[in-house]
Every structure is written in C-alpha cells, then in structure tokens.
C-alpha cells in the first residue's frame, strides 16, 4: 500500500544536505517543485519533488 503524497501531506524534504519537515503547500510539476511550510519556524520552502520524503 502506497501511501500517497498531496497538498497538504507533512512531508521530509532534504535541501543543501540538510533535513527539513512541514506541510506541502504547493507543487510545481512543470519544473518538478514543491513547497513547504516549514515546522517552527512557517517559513515557505522550496525544493525537489525527487528531495521529498515521508517520515517513517
């Protein structure tokens, strides 16, 4: 069973070989982004879809 990731999913995002975590607000699939509002701090982030993952 895949769990499945979408706007508003709390994902993992890795950005300059750090880890990052918070809420999908968007995604670009043209140019294969999303952003995310970072835990603590709210700041909107933006990375890889390829960089993203789920928490285990």
């Known amino acids: ?5 979408d706007i508003g ?3 993992g995002l890795v950005l300059d070989d ?3 975590y ?3 607000i ?3 699939d043209d140019e ?3 952003t995310i509002e970072e ?3 709210g700041d909107l982030v ?3 879809q390829d960089d993203m993952f789920l928490e285990d």
């Open 46 to 48: 933006t990375g890889y």
């Open 26 to 28: 968007e995604f670009d």
């Open 22 to 24: 918070g809420t999908i």
């Open 32 to 34: 294969g982004l999303v």
């Open 18 to 20: 750090e880890e990052v």
């Open 1 to 5: 069973e895949e769990d499945e990731i």
């Open 9 to 11: 999913s709390y994902i």
């Open 39 to 41: 835990d603590g701090t």
